[in-house]
């Protein structure tokens, strides 16, 4: 059983891809996982995902949207949370991130809306003010969980066997489906000085950390 962390950006590039890689695999390795999306959202996130975007050859028009864009996607994330349980939450999340993922430029504000009702959910009450006081704890506790985690990138994917030991891996960025098989195949098997020289040698510095309990 493999507890799985992702801390994304709501409508990051990579974080899509990374979602669908890590998916696959678990599929693909037929293990039981449980996953945690943790999306995050700030200016230096904002600020590497633009960037990002523009090596695919993605301009942004209009920056300001974008930011907005960003922050309403991860308030009506916890809302949906809140409101709805964790699935449709993440649910949500994919289906905005899938839309915007190769343009942004095709984001409009009526998405938001477009994507919750086509999930069956009721944008009034996701976007209900009375509820904007618990969707700030939500946010916060997120935000906790990566300072704990000491998460420096966006996306930041960590693995946890609960089969094995306390500690857990941690790998930043994109990550190939190749190189995801064998992690999750060789962590737990292997010497960890051993396996971890092999991780570095795939280009990958994985960084081991307690488990929050």
Known sequence: MFEIFLFVNPIGVYC?????????????LDISSSFHFVPITNSKVIRDDIIRRKTFGQTIDDIPEYTMAAY?????????????GNKKARCYLVSVQKAVSKNFNVYSQDLPKKV???LGLNYK???????????????????????????????????FNE????????????IAHD??????????????????????????LPRRHLRLM
Do not use: M
């Open 16 to 28: 899509y891809d990374t979602e669908v890689a890590v998916k696959k695999t678990v599929e693909e």
């Open 72 to 84: 309403q996607a991860l308030r009506n994330y916890h809302a949906i949370k809140l409101e709805y």
């Open 116 to 118: 919750a009702v086509d």
């Open 125 to 159: 009450r996701i976007c209900d003010s009375k509820i904007n006081k618990y969707i700030d704890d939500s946010i916060e506790q997120d935000k906790e969980l990566a300072r704990k985690f000491n998460i420096q990138t966006i996306p930041t994917t960590i693995f």
């Open 163 to 174: 089969s094995g030991d306390d500690n857990g891996l941690l790998v930043e960025g994109t």
């Open 179 to 204: 190189k995801l098989l064998a992690l999750l195949k060789n962590s737990y098997c292997s010497e960890p000085q051993e396996e971890e020289e092999k991780q570095v040698e795939n280009g990958y």
